[in-house]
């Protein structure tokens, strides 16, 4: 399982945060069910200009597809402090009242400024690493996007036009899911770097502008996106009728984080907002404020490039996790806005995963944003699709 999520590099491996937006303006087995014929593992090509019709949406996760990688085998071994091991079975919900719709971040390889629609196995890797879980409580769709490779933000450069694609692919793929399969159910939105930026597009253009689509939001979870309000306020920035979450009852809402060690520095590039706004943060383990333990999901045998020293642990399940190692609290100061994220070691010979900063201090622990809250966001979306069915 995953064994292309070292690719997850987020838009963080690479030059800046601009790279990560939708526009430059403002290991899987088998292959995920599309609309067009593309397979996993296909050779790269430059990516197509002919901007697809949302009959023409490639799906990467969709209810009832053959190999989903959004609905994999959830195990997970728990290791408590004192070592003792735990296994738990997640199933998929059996008949979730609700959908997610999950936007991917920068994973793609091909050697073009922006990618095709091919399905690649990094794309199935991270599809299971970030969206996989949420199968517990909704149905997953995610649809494929011409992103800007990470080829595309070293320095191959985009078209005008290509530099559209990845919003418009989102936008059309959104028509397409709200056309042909939502049938009047509420929508949780996930995202993480360029997937959130992309997202945050949507949301700001195409969804909150409209009451009736609106109203189908249950929330929207847009993690490493730096998501804004004015100082001070919950809602006003990034959008005008999408409020940041602070209750885990609380519906139509944003939950938005950017998570770090320690004091961001100066020119960290998340975080950060213009003068007379902040960026957004919300714990999903404590939408109402302060210090709550975190209960993380990180792949089993994968290192997120480094960012995650799980050392010698040996368990059979495809996940681990370590409930009471991590707290998460969210934090300011008079540049950054944060998720401080702390760990609670026994001791120095405490074996346990350690969390680094493989892209440097500016970057934070933007690898382990999804991951390091993973069952958080998880149970947070179980209550906010029972607050919305109510």
């Known amino acids: 399982m995953l064994r292309k999520i070292a690719v997850i590099v987020a838009c963080a491996t690479l030059l800046g945060v601009s790279a990560c937006s939708g526009s430059d303006k403002g290991s899987g087995t088998g292959a995920p069910a599309t609309s067009t014929a593309v397979s996993a593992g296909s050779t790269p090509t430059v990516a197509s200009s002919v901007k697809p019709h949302p009959a023409d949406t490639t799906w990467l996760c969709r209810p009832g597809a053959k190999n989903d990688p959004c609905t994999t085998d959830e195990s997970i071994t728990q290791i408590a402090a004192d070592g003792t091991e ?27 400024a922006v990618a095709n629609l091919d399905i690649d196995p990094e794309e199935i890797a991270v599809a299971e690493a970030q969206a996989s879980r949420f199968s517990q409580v909704c149905r997953v ?9 990470i080829p595309g933000i070293f320095g191959k450069k985009a078209t005008d036009a290509e530099s559209a694609y990845a919003y418009d692919d989102v936008k059309n793929a959104w028509e397409d899911y709200l056309a042909n399969d939502n049938d009047g159910r509420g929508v949780i939105l996930i995202g993480h770097s360029q997937g959130s930026f992309v997202l945050t597009e949507l949301i700001a253009k195409q969804i909150e502008t409209d009451p009736a689509t609106r109203r189908l939001i249950v929330s929207a979870m847009l993690l490493g996106g730096n998501v804004t309000v004015p100082v001070g306020k919950k809602v006003g920035g990034s959008f005008q009728q999408v409020p940041e979450c602070t209750a885990d009852t609380q519906t139509g809402c944003v939950v938005a984080y950017s998570t770090f060690s320690g004091t961001p520095v100066e020119n960290a590039a998340f975080g950060k907002a213009k003068d007379g706004q902040q960026v957004i943060c919300t714990n999903p383990a404590a939408l109402g404020g302060g ?14 490039l480094g960012s995650v020293d799980l050392g010698d642990v040996k368990v059979a399940t495809p996940w681990v996790g370590y409930p009471g190692l991590f ?14 994220i702390t760990a609670h070691r026994s001791g120095p010979d405490d074996a346990r995963p350690v969390l ?26 179980g209550k906010q699709a029972d607050a919305y069915m109510k």
Request: glycine residues 4%; charged residues 15%.
């Open 86 to 112: 735990t296994v738990e079975h997640p199933k998929p919900a059996s008949d979730p009242k609700i959908d997610c719709f999950y936007v991917y971040p920068t994973v793609s390889t091909q050697d073009a």
């Open 141 to 149: 769709f995610a649809p494929m996007y011409r992103q800007r490779t």
């Open 356 to 381: 680094a900063e493989p892209l440097g201090p500016t970057w934070g622990l933007h690898l382990v944003d999804v991951n390091i809250a993973m069952d958080d966001l998880v149970a947070l979306a």
């Open 327 to 340: 707290t998460g609290e969210c934090r300011s100061n008079a540049t950054h806005s944060w998720l401080q």
């Open 291 to 304: 210090s709550a333990a975190l209960h993380p999901a990180f792949v089993t045998g994968e290192s997120l």
